[in-house]
Nanobody, 115 residues
Framework: QVQLVESGGGLVQAGGSLRLSCVAS????????MGWYRQDPGKPRAMVAL???????NYADSVKGRFTISRDNAKNTVYLQMNSLKPEDTAVYYC?????????WGRGTQVTVSS
């Protein structure tokens, strides 16, 4: 079992920046990959950025060059630095941890980008 707690969401103007944090607790050593997903009302949850235990990263095309995922193993924390935010980035952002084959999710944090 893994517990995930997100923080850092909020309201920001277009062009601004936010940094999301996700603190993991529990069976941390078994986590293969962590990441961030986002969801708009009425739409499926979509991958934003992933980082494996080895440090490999993957990004959705829509955020490449603007968002950066990183992890601090000493703090059991994964970050999502979001720059040059756009109104279309508005969504609830969820932290995810994969312990094969089970996905664990945080409760989500709202990010709202005003135009």
């Amino acid at each position: 079992q893994v517990q995930l707690v997100e923080s850092g969401g909020g309201l920001v103007q277009a062009g601004g920046s936010l940094r999301l944090s996700c603190v993991a607790s529990g069976k941390i050593s078994s986590i293969y990959r962590m990441g961030w997903y986002r969801q708009d009302p009425g739409k499926p949850r979509a991958m934003v950025a992933l980082i494996t235990s080895g440090g490999s990263t993957n990004y959705a095309d829509s955020v490449k060059g603007r968002f950066t995922i990183s992890r601090d193993n000493a703090k059991n924390t994964v970050y999502l630095q979001m720059n040059s935010l756009k109104p279309e980035d508005t969504a609830v952002y969820y932290c995810n941890a994969l312990i094969v084959p089970v996905d664990y999710w945080g409760r989500g944090t709202q990010v709202t980008v005003s135009s």
